[in-house]
């Protein structure tokens, strides 16, 4: 059985307040998946030289 539930901004608060490495894991995997959104917007291609 799944549950799914949703944190309010208090719950959230309150659980970095007690976890706050999670902070930091929280910020990481953002800055990942924005620039993963960014790469797969381009195509995947590289460009090489200015």
């Given at each position: ?17 007690r ?32």
């Amino acid at each position: 059985m799944i549950v799914i539930t949703v944190m309010s901004h208090e719950n959230m608060s309150e659980f970095l307040a007690r976890h706050p490495k999670m902070t930091g894991v929280l910020f990481t995997a953002l800055l990942l998946l924005s620039q993963a959104g960014t790469v797969l917007a381009d195509g995947g291609q590289a460009y090489f030289g200015p």
